[in-house]
């Protein structure tokens, strides 16, 4: 799938080439991989998730005037459109034609209806909780992209639906190319529990938002799942939507609620019953989708051959596989945008 792939993140290859002249070439073989981005998992994707951090952080020197005018949402479709799909595309392009099988762009059956309801249920019920413990509900009036662009909608028709494609629809699919997509392809080389890890925490870091990482987490996660489910990266899209347009449309309400009360105890009950409840009938759906997929027969289902297992490192390996995500310099200048974003946050 990648031609960094050969080498190892677990056991760094000892058989770099060395010569008598040059500064690199007097480093150490592990020093040498780290600084060519051998010892890491997927140096190409996190070399992605660098330029997309860049790009965000960039876009906030924006002045504030310019996207106050008439133009707005097109402002911010453009902006988007500049930080999430045109470096995916370049990134896609200059991948062998086999990566884009990967990225599992295929319809939606009929058949998965209730697993998305349920998953954008869990969604939407499972982050607001951990909002609410976060102090999200209570510090964000309104939904925002990246703590940079507000939502304001004057309740025209015309606003709405600009608001959804703007703030709904164009993050969902960029975020989810991304990070569902592209992500999960380069990791999931050590299982889907891995990749589904590692494409949470740099979805989580691309937000900027130290306090929110654990909404994120849980966000990224439940999106792999339903990704790997029922492979279909358009299923994880159509529940990000969902929770994009949850936080438009309601999340103001909420969070006023909360605001303006003293006691959030019927709130959080409501949430946790449906929390419960959705998760109970996603789980039913999980089981049945897999049912079936156990039942068909490999010879005539061959994207079964190309589904990864579920964990394929043993426990001794998780932590310093973790840490080989990161370890390029790409990765670390990554994490040092991701800590660059939240100082920023912290300060305004």
Not at 307 to 328: E, V
Request: charged fraction near 15%.
């Amino acid at each position: 799938m990648d031609t960094e792939s050969n080498h190892s993140p677990i056991e760094a290859s000892e058989e770099t080439p060395t010569s008598s002249k040059g500064f690199f070439s007097r480093l150490s073989p592990k020093k040498q991989a780290f600084l060519k981005g051998h010892a890491a998992v997927s140096n190409s994707a996190t070399i992605l998730a660098l330029v997309i951090y860049a790009l965000l952080l960039l876009s906030r020197l924006i002045d504030s005037a310019f996207l106050s005018r008439e133009s707005e949402y097109l402002s911010v479709i453009l902006l988007q459109l500049l930080i999430f799909p045109i470096p995916a595309y370049l990134y896609i392009r200059l991948k062998p034609k086999e990566f884009t099988h990967a990225l599992r762009l295929k319809g939606l059956r009929l058949s998965h209806l209730f697993l998305l309801l349920s998953g954008s249920a869990i969604l939407i019920c499972g982050c607001t909780l951990l909002g609410m413990l976060c102090g999200m509900m209570t510090a964000q009036p309104s939904f925002t992209l990246y703590d940079t662009f507000a939502s304001v909608n004057d309740g025209s028709v015309g606003a709405t639906i600009r608001l959804a494609l703007a703030y709904g629809l164009l993050p969902a699919f960029c975020e989810e190319l991304v990070f569902r997509g592209i992500f999960c392809a380069e990791h999931e080389r050590y299982g889907i529990l891995y990749a589904s890890v590692i494409s949470a925490l740099f979805f989580g870091f691309l937000h900027f938002d130290l306090t929110a990482l654990p909404v994120y987490l849980f966000a990224g996660m439940l999106l792999s799942l339903i990704m790997y489910v029922t492979r279909s990266l358009a299923a994880a899209m159509i529940v990000h939507l969902c929770y994009n347009l949850f936080g438009i449309f309601v999340q103001a309400g909420l969070s006023g609620y909360c605001r303006g009360t003293g006691s959030v105890g019927l709130l959080v009950v409501l949430l946790l019953a449906l929390l419960i409840l959705s998760a109970a009938f996603f789980c039913g759906e999980v089981a049945r989708i897999l049912r079936r997929r156990a039942r068909a027969d490999l010879l005539n289902d061959p994207e079964s051959r190309t589904t990864p297992g579920l964990n394929r490192l043993p426990a001794r390996k998780w932590p310093r596989a973790l840490l080989s995500a990161f370890a390029s310099p790409a990765g670390i200048a990554a994490v040092l945008l991701w800590l660059l974003g939240v100082v920023i946050n912290l300060i305004q």
